[in-house]
């Protein structure tokens, strides 16, 4: 748009005034007013050891042939060198093979179908539950103690958990099957896809609780954030150890820990209420006693808080893994 501009300021003074004083780069002013030309590329000379067109065919048709179509071009080459022959080398036999097609990886491939993203949806305890297990570290190098962790994504509630000194899926079948008979079998389990989340025995109990499995997709994170987001609690809380003496002492600390986490811990997820009022229905009449306390705060100073009654933290409608769009939701309705 500038161009038309400086040209007409230019009939009236010098070309470079009108750029100077529209700041256009001369050079580019000029540069712009000459004709594009495309750039003449010349066709490359042939090279002068380059093969003739009658042994470029000879060529072919011996990698072409009956004889040496299912052999790579090092075997047909090596056989051909070994009867006397010879005809290109290897990687002119390759760049030969590119021109006519077949150059390729003759083997079979694997095919695996994409994952599907897992999309689950909690509106209340016991709908959905989450799994995982984390490494702790134990008294010397190399030595690591497994905790399996089973959490209710709605409440955050830790219905169960166990230490033991290895990954075994009957462990996780003997945790599973002590959960669901304290708090009933959700509707879904969701875990990654870990021996022991797959294992024969885990989904053999799933199948006779009638609960649906769920996995992650493989090296996706995000697709159980509940269990990853509850191992940093743990990891990042300031009493956890470096590395633990023995496993009696990373039971004793994990009671503890979950304990605590399950009666006392407010989280940010659900509130600020602890994951056992949510588990249990208490988070209602809590919430009533935070807006009364709230309420009592303002009518003794109102100019504090703006003239703005404070509202408690809203506790979430539902808990979500991989919340779909707005229209999946539209179709699904």
Known sequence: MINPAVAELATTTSTARACALLGKPRASHYREQQPV???QRQP???????LTTAERDAVSRALTSQRFCDKSVAQTWATLLDEGIYLASMSTMHRLLRLIGPCRDRRNQATHPAKTKPELMATKPGQVWSWDIAKLRGPDR??????????DIYSRYVVGWTVAAREDSEIAKDLIAAATHIHGAPDRLHADRGT??????VAQLLVDLGVARSHSRPHVSNDNPYSEA????LKYAPAFPAHFGSL???????????TYYNHEHRH???????????HYGTATQVRQQRQATL????HANPTRFGHRRPQPPQLPAAAWINEPSREALIQSA
């Open 37 to 39: 030309v495309p750039a």
């Open 44 to 50: 490359r000379p042939a090279p002068a050891n380059a």
């Open 142 to 151: 190399g030595v690591y103690y497994d905790l399996y962790v089973i959490l």
């Open 196 to 201: 022991s989340m797959t294992s024969k025995p």
């Open 230 to 233: 509850a191992f940093k609690t």
């Open 248 to 258: 009696p002492d990373a039971r004793a600390f994990c009671e503890q820990f979950f």
């Open 268 to 278: 940010s997820g659900i509130a600020l209420h602890t994951p056992a009022s949510v």
């Open 295 to 298: 309420h009592a705060a303002f």
